[in-house]
């Protein structure tokens, strides 16, 4: 099975019908030195489109997402450094055996992540990123990440195309999420914040 992410800026997603969105959604939690770290998940929407490849078992859909993270309060040691992270975690039931899969042929499932372009002012997308779907095992598929140079960052993507094909047995289904990776001289925290899944 092939997943490829591709971005693209603006309105130029495919047409076929409007697209899905998903509540916002906030949590709070307190790390280890007692800073206030806040996550929040907004703009998701998912738009399923017909695969422009017709295979069997392809599947082809167009995500938007928001990712931010907030540190707030009076920890008892400073923060040397945060990162916020947001993407998708994408799961298939099974895959065809003998598909190919684009760049690496055989009977496994490949995911890649591609998000032009490739210099973002302040941010680190991560191009090229590939990795293998088992069957009934979800992954996740980050699709950028931000440090947090001040209390407060964020990273949104909107209309990255993700197409599948090879997936058999159901839908392929996607779960947002968004993570926080903090660390200070006495600790490291790693808080998550996860959407419902959704199917394609």
């Known amino acids: ?9 603006g309105g130029g997603e495919a047409s076929a019908g409007p697209a899905r969105a998903f509540a916002d959604q906030s949590l709070s939690k307190h790390s280890d030195d007692a800073w206030t770290v806040k996550l929040s998940k907004s ?17 082809e859909a167009f995500l938007s997402l928001r990712g931010a993270a907030e540190i707030s309060g009076s920890g008892k040691v400073p923060v040397d450094a945060a990162v916020v992270s947001t993407g998708f975690q994408v799961s298939c039931q099974w895959q065809m055996d003998g598909v190919n899969v684009g760049i690496t042929a055989g009977p496994t499932a490949q995911m890649s992540i591609s998000y032009p372009p490739a210099v973002v002012l302040g941010a680190q997308v991560m191009p090229n990123i590939s990795t293998t779907l088992k069957n009934g095992v979800s992954v996740d598929v980050p699709f950028g990440q931000k ?13 990255v195309r993700v197409e599948i094909s ?14 926080v990776a903090m ?14 899944p959704h199917l394609l």
């Open 183 to 196: 660390t200070t001289k006495a600790n490291d925290n790693t808080f998550n914040l996860y959407g419902k």
């Open 147 to 159: 440090a947090l140079a001040g209390p407060a960052a964020g990273v949104r993507l909107d209309g």
């Open 166 to 179: 090879g997936c058999v047995g159901a839908r392929p289904a996607v779960r947002a999420y968004v993570r």
């Open 1 to 9: 099975m092939l997943v490829a992410f591709v971005g693209f800026a």
């Open 43 to 59: 703009g998701e929407k998912i738009r399923s489109v017909p695969a422009l490849s017709r295979g069997h078992g392809s599947y």
